[in-house]
Nanobody, 110 residues
Framework: QVRLAESGGGLVQPGGSLKLSCVASGIHTTYSRMGWYRQVPGKEREFVADISWSGTKDYADSVKGRFTISRDAVGVYLQMNNLKTEDSGVYFC??????WGQGTLVTVSS
């Protein structure tokens, strides 16, 4: 059984940083596509970043240069720098394009 558990969300001021973590079990994070998505009320869940089984990283245009995805045998991580108010939302970890965590809330506000 696959389980993904996100943590690291919180309240941060614009320009600040947060690091999200997603601890995974039941899935080989180093051999699977792992990703991060986010959702705000009233909108569809949107792609943020992912890392392929081969290590190729991809980012949404809105976060390029500010966010960095990484992984190890334990999980997948998202370092978020220079946060903007529009980065607020619930961030979800995705494993192998089909498994989801419960999400962690990020609020960027002054």
């Amino acid at each position: 059984q696959v389980r993904l558990a996100e943590s690291g969300g919180g309240l941060v001021q614009p320009g600040g940083s947060l690091k999200l973590s997603c601890v995974a079990s039941g899935i080989h994070t180093t051999y699977s596509r792992m990703g991060w998505y986010r959702q705000v009320p009233g909108k569809e869940r949107e792609f943020v970043a992912d890392i392929s089984w081969s290590g190729t990283k991809d980012y949404a245009d809105s976060v390029k240069g500010r966010f960095t995805i990484s992984r190890d045998a334990v999980g997948v991580y998202l370092q978020m720098n220079n946060l903007k108010t529009e980065d607020s939302g619930v961030y979800f970890c995705n494993g192998a394009s089909k498994f989801w965590g419960q999400g962690t809330l990020v609020t960027v506000s002054s």
